[in-house]
């Protein structure tokens, strides 16, 4: 099955592990011992990074090290910009009526 990167930051432990593997590459065993989870639940972590392509699994000798596919990231990256403009949009938009509805009270108490 293909997931997308969303699902891949949706849990925070994914998120963690994204955030070690960003510093270095690891076995799971390795980053097995940075949580409270078992080694299975690792695994089944990695598994759904595997799949949404932020990690690439790489053999080296009899070990499996796990590199973050950091270009992945720039997927989110696209999307928050995308978000990022439409509330600054919005917030200057609030600002233009705050700014009016200022200068209407200030005309209005100058006539009183």
Known sequence: MRRDVFQAIADPTRRA??????????????LAQHFSISRQAVSKHLRILTECRLLQPEPRGREIYYVLEAGKLDEIGQWLEQCRKSWESRFNQLDQVLITLQANQRDTSTLL
């Open 17 to 30: 592990i994204v955030l070690l593997m960003a510093v270095q590459a690891m076995t799971p065993n390795q």
